[in-house]
């Protein structure tokens, strides 16, 4: 099994549920994580990423660590500094057009979106209301983007297009589809040659469906217009995944996978989980699996069965666990506080 990753984390993009798969298996198998300087959740993001950012890394005494997998602002050469060489490069990608209409519940506050109602009166006139030299201009345009470490209002030329992509594929081994998240699992397990049980998961950090409204043909097209060069990095890598998943494993044998894959995660969901599934942060009983609640979004969590057996309860825990405190909780084991 591959245990050095760097996992470009690329907002709104079920790459929370890509997170937790990495901090389970990095904490089965003893593995250390880049982790934000003093134990924060970003890498100084949306600052372009540096070695510098990340805790217990000095140039002095260069240290490497296994997983890199916290939101940063992709830089190669700073990255590398910090995983082994043979680090594997992974992101996933999302739909735009799905991309924005999340970020724009999710990041309601950013000055782009503050002072519109809706999403189409965004659109109406995006100049209106988008700052290309505000701080947090990268919420209301290209995304995935400017998360690659591009320039969100860079030019749309084929020209400069060709290049972005080939500047991608360079620096990335592979890119997910978040839309077929399972068929992503097993393309995942394939490349890092793991288990079916290290990619299983439960959707973290997803909101409610009271939030999410279908959006107009007219809308779609001008998102796609606005969001230009996220659309190209999008179609572009949603091709060459099937033609991947094609030539390493295969239709028939993708089917097989991801049907034992989503039985498997049934499964675990009838062993671990109270009802159904999610719930609304309300209704969660335990308050350490209560995820952030952002923005205009309501970000659904889960309740465990009481009076598990140890060990089972421990591996339901973590599937559930939300980022921030399981990022938390990875911290304090490899970098323990001194006792009082």
């Not at 990608?93 to 503050?114: D, I, T």
């Not at 469906?209 to 001008?222: A, M, Q, R, W, Y």
């Not at 421990?314 to 304090?332: A, D, F, G, N």
Request: glycine residues 4%; hydrophobic residues 35%; contains cysteine.
């Amino acid at each position: 099994p591959k245990t050095d990753i760097v996992f470009l984390k690329v907002h709104k993009s079920a790459s929370s549920t890509v997170m937790n798969i990495l901090f389970r298996f990095g904490e089965m198998h003893n593995l250390t994580f880049a982790f934000p300087q003093g134990g924060g959740f970003q890498l100084y993001y949306p600052h372009h990423f540096l070695a510098k950012f990340v805790q217990g890394f000095s140039p002095m005494s260069p240290r490497q660590f296994n997983i890199l997998c916290h939101h940063m602002r992709f830089l190669q050469p700073e990255v590398q500094k910090v995983v082994p060489s043979s680090a594997v490069y992974f992101s996933i990608l999302r739909n735009p057009v799905q991309l924005m209409e999340s970020s724009f519940v999710y990041y309601k506050g950013a000055s782009a979106f503050s002072r519109v109602r809706s999403l189409e009166e965004f659109l109406s006139q995006p100049w209106r209301y988008y700052d290309p030299a505000s701080g947090d201009r990268h919420y209301a345009r290209n995304l995935m983007t400017f998360d690659f470490g591009f320039n969100p209002d860079g030019d749309v030329s084929p020209e400069r297009v060709q290049l972005m992509l080939k500047a991608i594929e360079a620096s990335f081994d592979f890119l997910l589809i978040s839309e077929y998240f399972d068929e992503s699992m097993v393309l995942l397990k394939e490349m890092l040659c793991w288990d079916l049980d290290s990619v299983v998961s439960f959707p973290l950090n997803s909101r409610d469906s009271s939030t999410k409204s279908p959006l107009p043909d007219s809308v779609v097209e001008k998102l796609k217009a606005w969001n230009r060069l996220d659309w190209e990095i999008y179609t572009h890598f949603n091709r060459t995944f099937w033609e991947r998943l094609d030539r390493l494993i295969g239709r028939e044998r993708l089917r097989r996978e991801v049907r034992a894959l989503r039985q498997r995660q049934a499964e675990l969901a009838r062993a671990c989980l109270q009802g159904t599934g999610s719930v609304g942060p309300k209704d969660i009983k335990d308050s350490s699996l209560r995820p952030l609640q952002h923005g205009g979004a309501r970000i659904l969590g889960y309740n465990l069965k009481q009076g598990l057996p140890r060990e089972l309860e421990r591996t339901c825990r973590r599937l559930v666990t939300p980022e921030l405190q399981y990022s938390s909780l990875l911290y304090k084991k490899q970098f323990p506080p001194p006792p009082p």
